[in-house]
């Protein structure tokens, strides 16, 4: 085989933004899928953020011209990436300065194609979920992170 067919590996899963500007695909471990219910969850995708992750190295952008990021003033190591066409929220992260995460990124759930094969495992942050929204209590859940 080829070293030009090992390096191309099909991807774990794969997903985009709402008007497709910005596509990408997961070559390796994804995380099953974790809700987060902290204010600033809330307030950028509108309800509660359902994430899977990966290792930052697996995830590879096929397109991303459109591809945005916004860097909260209070808190500049933290990064939610979005599409400047559609709008749509596609990932989070936390920046180089946090060791601990900083190898890692959040995919919204939202964005993957279908079937991804996964499912909610977990509920975080439930102090803080909107006073509409009923928690699930088949979903574990921790109150904070």
Not at 20 to 40: D, F, K, L, M, T
Request: charged content about 20%.
């Amino acid at each position: 085989m080829s070293e030009t067919a090992l390096s191309v590996s099909k991807p774990v899963a794969a997903g985009h933004c709402l008007c497709g500007a910005v596509s990408y695909e997961v070559h390796g471990p994804i995380r099953q899928v974790w809700n987060c219910h902290c204010w600033r969850c809330r307030r950028w995708t509108g309800h509660f953020m359902a994430a899977t992750g990966c290792k930052s190295a697996d995830l590879r952008m096929v397109s991303d011209a459109s591809l945005a990021w916004h860097h909260p003033a209070n808190d500049p190591n933290v990064a939610y990436g979005f599409c400047r066409e559609c709008g749509a929220s596609l990932f989070w992260k936390v920046g180089e300065g946090k060791a601990h995460q900083g190898d890692t990124i959040a995919i919204c759930a939202g964005t993957l194609d279908l079937p991804s094969g996964l499912h909610t495992e977990l509920a975080i942050f439930v102090d803080d979920a909107a006073d509409y929204h009923t928690l699930d209590p088949a979903v574990p859940t921790r109150r904070g992170e």
